[in-house]
Structure formats: structure tokens, C-alpha cells
């Protein structure tokens, strides 16, 4: 099972981007999670006629999954707009062949309740684009609690856990709407 796994943040010690390393470093067997790099995305744009390499990339990447991740900050209540960016790229492919009907995993770390509130949205972004969100398990990391290095890495054995399980959920998932 291909999972591309894709930030709202662009800090490289960006604990969000810690996340998605951690996902990567605790795939089940089977799966392979690969991160996507959104440095280089540029705003998207409908006058924009050919699309940009860094866009042909990412798309190429998207293509190729068979489900996905999410993991990003939240900004003012809501998705960041790096995440968004990419989300509003794919969604003019067209036929939506890149994300319709398969399956999302949402993660987030951030202050207080994590990154809730944009997780919240950007199942309603999903909505939208037809991809399929896991319910449960959630993953809220509080970033700022003790359970990040100063490189942004997990190094609470909770969130780690809470980590694992949503990824195995998140194969279940997979499997159960592409049935």
C-alpha cells in the first residue's frame, strides 16, 4: 500500500513535518509512506496554463497513492495554506481522478487541543474532493507539551502509539472503501 504523506508546514524542524517522519518510521507492514515536499509549490492559479515541475511532481506523487495522510498546523483556527495549496492543485486534475474514493488519515501537532479546529475544516475540504476520511483514531499532538525534540522528531512513546494505531486504521480503511 503506496501512502503519500503530505505537511502544512514548510519548517524543516516543523513538528507536524515530525509527524508525518514518525509515520513513516512506524508504517505496518505493507505500507509505504512517502513525504511529499511542498517548498517549491506556487499558489495556484488558473492563469498559470503549464503547470510548474515542483506541480507535475507532486502530482505524479499523488497519482501514485493509494491513500493518503495529512499532517499540518493549524493557522488562525484553520488549515494552513501550504496544505490547502496542494489540495486546491490536485482538485483540478480532471475527473478528480487523483483523490476520489480513497481514504485520509489526519494528523496534527499544535497548541493546546493540537491542531483540532484545522483538522475539523479540512475534513470539509474533503468532502469536496471526494477523498475519505478515517473517523478514528484521531491524532492531536500538543507540540509544545514535551513530546517533540528540538528538530521537531516524536520522541513521546504516546504519540508514537496514537501514531501506529491510526496508521493501521488507516490500512483497514483503505482497504474496506476500495472494496
Excluded at 509549490?41 to 498559470?48: G, L, T
Excluded at 495554506?81 to 478528480?96: C, F, H, Q, T, Y
Aim: proline letters at 4%.
Amino acid at each position: 500500500m503506496k501512502v503519500l504523506a503530505i505537511c502544512g508546514s514548510l519548517r524543516a524542524k516543523s513538528s507536524n513535518k515530525g509527524l508525518l517522519r514518525c509515520a513513516q518510521a512506524n508504517a505496518p507492514e505493507g505500507m509505504q509512506i512517502s513525504i511529499a515536499d511542498l517548498s517549491q509549490i506556487p499558489f495556484y492559479n488558473a492563469d498559470i496554463t503549464e503547470q510548474p515541475a515542483a506541480v507535475k511532481q507532486l502530482l505524479a506523487q499523488m497519482a501514485e497513492a493509494d491513500a493518503f495522510i495529512f499532517g499540518g498546523p493549524e493557522y488562525n483556527y484553520s488549515i494552513s495554506p501550504a496544505l490547502k495549496n496542494a489540495i486546491d492543485w490536485a482538485s483540478r486534475v480532471e475527473g478528480n481522478t487523483i483523490f476520489a474514493g480513497k481514504a485520509v488519515a489526519l494528523m496534527g501537532a499544535g497548541g493546546g487541543m493540537g491542531t483540532s479546529r484545522a483538522q475539523y475544516h479540512l475534513r470539509q475540504v474533503c468532502v469536496f474532493v471526494d477523498l475519505h476520511p478515517l473517523n478514528k483514531p484521531e491524532v492531536f499532538a500538543n507540540a509544545f507539551a514535551g513530546g517533540f525534540d528540538a528538530d521537531g522528531n516524536v520522541i513521546d512513546e504516546k504519540i508514537k502509539e496514537n501514531v501506529r494505531t491510526q496508521l493501521v486504521a488507516l490500512a483497514d480503511w483503505s482497504k474496506k472503501i476500495s472494496s
